[in-house]
């Protein structure tokens, strides 16, 4: 009786090994053509943008032409959210649904509904960083899920970062700032009282904390046993050099 | 009676912190922290964390030493939990808060709103009705944190007083600001839906207030045994049959009143906050119930009869 029992756990634990392994294959499978297909999309964008640029010999009228497509691979990589969930790749989902959410968050809610920024520089600037980054962090896990990571796609993604996020930051707030006049003449996606849901919101204040909260947060505790500033200042440091590490984590 | 030798480590670096000799073997975990803090004036015993394990669950302070499974020779990992602050400290600041900010946007004092309505109360009695039920849910809070609460734990973390005090000060000054504006729209549905509104308030009022006096009525002063709380005499804690946390489910009940009477979308979206986070705890302690008594009933809910 015991030992029928017992054949039995063992025969389940094997078909739940292979419901395992199986998972992982369709899981791999369906990782590396969703990395190969993002990695196309970007490098369809990146060669868009420099054909315009080419021919036109201006940037004026470069996001207009790319939007769709822009609009398109961004708004797929809601994806990876998914992927985080269900566990096929192990990053925090709060963490990626944090950065999708805020390159959305430009994509459709600053640079596609504020016509008048589309021809700002700093659009350009975050887009050029936006395509060298996922072009290198696609094909990265593009060929990690294939087991053959060519050293110079390595290094791009280790170090490319510590220049291409402070120039990615510097062109959103940018453009963000850029918009902040038309948002307020315009007084587009606020609501006003009276009403009868006794709310309000004012984009324009919005899109201001948004700015702010680019700003790497750093806990406003009162630092009671530190009495020096020295500690303090090097207490700064750290925090920073934390958040540098939890975006390399990120990307990682 | 043989002595015993107490040796507390830290938990981290495992370095020798301390080494008490001739401890009473009745002595209670409290004592020792007590003897930790006269050498150590910066760890006060609510500071401190001892466990038998550098990863383990800490000590009660009321676990004697001979009780513990220790030789004559007890060896405690030591942890820092940081500073400390009382609960009834946070809770008061706590409600002081909301308290203190809702009059000031009902008085309309100045700099929030235009200056010609500073100190002119609403023209609306449903606005007077809703800072009525505010300021008294408030009181009644801090009322029932000074004469009925009898916290189980002693402190928190300080930090807790300002993550706590932000969320309430927050959403208090929020929700004032759009019940108290002069453009404020009252209900659409008029009094009836003001007058529904307000029972469901002072029922779930009441009914909170009776939980709190039943769960304080549970075990006698000083007394840590944990007991289940049953149904009395009171018609208002007769859904402890279906529920572990009705003090929760009340709560959520005040809330949602509050946000019909005032039909007004901060109310709502605080209350939808607060459910969540309530659930979380009632969650919580319903395991902790079920983990305790064998015998607990199961018909109970964490917070809501029959669905969460």
């Known amino acids: 009786m015991a030992s029928g029992e017992e054949d039995g756990a063992v025969e389940e634990k094997e078909t739940n090994n292979k419901k395992k392994r199986t998972k992982s294959a369709i899981a791999i499978a369906w990782l590396t053509v969703y990395n190969i297909a993002m990695t196309a999309g970007w490098l369809v964008l990146a060669v868009a943008m420099i054909r315009f640029y080419l021919q036109k010999g201006t940037h004026r009228g470069l996001y207009r032409s790319i939007a769709r497509t822009l609009k398109f691979f961004q708004t797929f990589a809601l994806l990876e959210v998914g992927h985080c969930a269900i566990g096929i790749v192990r990053t925090s989902v709060i963490v990626t649904g944090v950065q999708v959410c805020s390159r959305i968050f430009m994509v459709w809610f600053i640079a596609s509904s504020i016509r008048q920024v589309q021809n700002q520089e700093s659009v350009i600037l975050f887009l050029v960083v936006w ?56 007084g587009m996606y606020s609501l006003r009282l009276p009403n009868t849901y006794n709310v309000s919101f004012d984009y324009y204040y919005f899109l201001i904390i948004v700015m702010l909260s680019y700003i790497p947060r750093k806990k406003f505790t009162p630092i009671v046993h530190h009495k020096t500033t020295l500690f303090a200042v090097s207490k700064i440091i750290s925090e920073i050099n934390v958040h540098m590490c939890k975006l390399y984590i990120y990307i990682l | 009676m043989r002595q015993c ?23 209670t975990i409290l004592d020792i922290k007590s003897m930790f803090h006269k050498s150590n004036q910066r760890w006060y015993p609510a500071r401190q964390s001892l466990c038998l394990d550098p990863k383990g669950k800490p000590l009660k302070d009321e676990d004697v030493l001979q009780m513990l499974p220790v030789g004559t020779t007890a060896t405690f990992y030591f942890r820092d939990l940081g500073a400390q602050i009382s609960w009834g400290t946070v809770f008061l600041s706590e409600c002081i808060g909301p308290l203190v900010i809702y009059l000031m946007f009902y008085f309309r004092v100045p700099f929030i709103y235009a200056p ?48 706590n005090c932000s969320y309430y000060w927050f959403f208090a000054a929020w929700m004032a600001y759009y019940i108290n504006h002069p453009l404020y729209t009252p209900p659409y549905y008029g009094e009836q839906q003001v007058k529904t509104a307000l029972g469901i308030f002072l029922f779930c009022q009441l009914g909170s207030f009776s939980i709190h006096v039943t769960l304080r009525n549970l075990k006698p002063p000083g007394s840590k045994i944990k007991k289940i709380p049953y149904p009395t ?15 929760y489910t009340y709560e959520v009940g005040t809330w949602m009143g509050f946000t019909v009477m005032t039909q007004c979308v901060p109310v709502a979206f605080f209350t939808v906050i607060g459910f969540i986070q309530m659930t979380v705890w009632a969650k919580g302690k319903h395991r902790s119930y079920l983990k305790e008594f064998k015998e607990y009933p199961t018909l109970r809910s964490p917070i809501l009869p029959f669905i969460l």
């Open chain 1, 131 to 186: 395509t060298v980054t996922e072009i290198t962090r696609y094909s990265f896990y593009t060929f990690n899920l294939l087991n053959h990571l060519p050293y110079f796609i390595k290094w791009a993604r280790y170090n490319m970062f510590i220049v291409m996020y402070p120039l990615g930051v510097i062109g959103e707030l940018m453009t963000i700032y850029a918009a902040l006049p038309y948002v307020r003449r315009s």
């Open chain 2, 233 to 247: 005499k009171n018609p208002f804690t007769w859904i402890f049959a279906l529920v572990s946390c009705p003090n």
């Open chain 2, 5 to 27: 030798e107490v040796e507390i480590l830290d938990a981290k670096t495992k370095e020798k912190l301390l080494l008490l000799d001739k401890v009473e073997p009745i002595a």
């Open chain 2, 116 to 163: 010609k309505y500073d100190f002119k109360t609403s023209k609306h009695w449903v606005v007077h009705l809703a800072c009525l039920c505010h300021s008294f849910h408030y009181v009644k809070r801090i009322l029932e944190t000074l004469f009925v609460h009898r916290f189980s734990h002693g402190t928190m973390p300080l930090r807790n007083i300002f993550k």
